[in-house]
């Protein structure tokens, strides 16, 4: 039974910083494409980084420049760093893992997905 787990969210001011972890679990993903995506409250889940197998990264264009997604295949754990924090970026945000090396940002694109982790950024 294939697992995403989050953690790392929490409460954080402005400008702050927040490590996000993803661990997967069931099976490997170092073939795989995997990203993350948030929700907001009142909003729909949009995508906001995704690593291909083949190391290639890319961004949503609100967080570009202050979140950096990393992974680790030995760990089959993905990373999102987050620095400079903003009131908007407040969100549930998920994990998701696909069955092919590429992704893109719509989430019908991804087979598996975690249960999410809340962020707070008060202002």
């Known amino acids: 039974q294939v697992q995403l787990v989050e953690s790392g969210g929490g409460f954080v001011q402005a400008g702050g910083s927040l490590r996000l972890s993803c661990a997967a679990s069931?099976?490997?993903?170092?073939?795989?494409?995997m990203g993350w995506f948030r929700q907001a409250p009142g909003k729909e889940r949009e995508f906001v980084a995704i690593?291909?197998?083949?190391?290639?990264?890319y961004y949503a264009d609100s967080v570009k420049g202050r979140f950096t997604i990393s992974r680790d295949n030995a760990k089959n754990t993905v990373f999102l760093q987050m620095n400079s924090l903003k009131p908007e970026d407040t969100a549930v945000y998920y994990c998701?893992?696909?069955?092919?090396?590429?992704?893109?940002?719509?989430?019908?694109?991804?087979?598996?997905w975690g249960q999410g982790t809340q962020v707070t950024v008060s202002s």
């Open positions: 998701a893992a696909t069955e092919r090396g590429f992704g893109g940002r719509r989430m019908n694109e991804y087979d598996y």
């Open positions: 069931g099976r490997t993903f170092s073939n795989n494409a």
């Open positions: 690593y291909w197998s083949g190391g290639r990264t």
